[in-house]
């Protein structure tokens, strides 16, 4: 059974902008969006706890805004200045604990969506 779905992947040009969702069937405390570029590992991008705060990867910060609807169980991700080493798959992931860091490895989450590929050309 699928649980997690995301949407709105696609290509960009380098400073361009997407915005991905991730519809989850559950109501899950900690969300997060993690990313996995070719022969690389796979890396947390940021989350969100229940309590809407929020942890960013290093190379994200200042440039992704991560968010949530919780009344309609959807996660976001808003990308902005886009640059093409942020090519990669972004994967939608959810663990019921409220504890909720990117410092999290991805085992620690235990759900996961099918991903979604994001291309960033120069």
């Known amino acids: 059974q699928v649980e997690l779905v995301e949407s709105g992947g696609g290509s960009v040009q380098a400073g361009g902008s997407l915005r991905l969702s991730c519809t989850d069937s559950r109501s899950r405390a900690c969300m997060a969006w993690f990313r996995e570029a070719p022969e690389k590992e796979r890396e947390g991008v940021a989350t969100i706890n229940w309590n809407d705060m929020t942890t960013y990867g290093e190379a994200v910060k200042g440039r992704f805004t991560i968010s949530r609807d919780i009344a309609k169980n959807t996660l976001y991700l808003q990308m902005d200045s886009l640059q093409p080493e942020d090519t990669a798959v972004y994967y939608c992931?959810?663990?019921?604990?409220?504890?909720?860091?990117?410092?999290?490895?991805?085992?620690?989450?235990?759900?996961w969506g099918q991903g979604t590929q994001v291309t960033v050309s120069s």
């Open positions: 992931a959810a663990r019921l604990s409220n504890v909720c860091t990117v410092q999290l490895g991805a085992r620690e989450f235990d759900s």
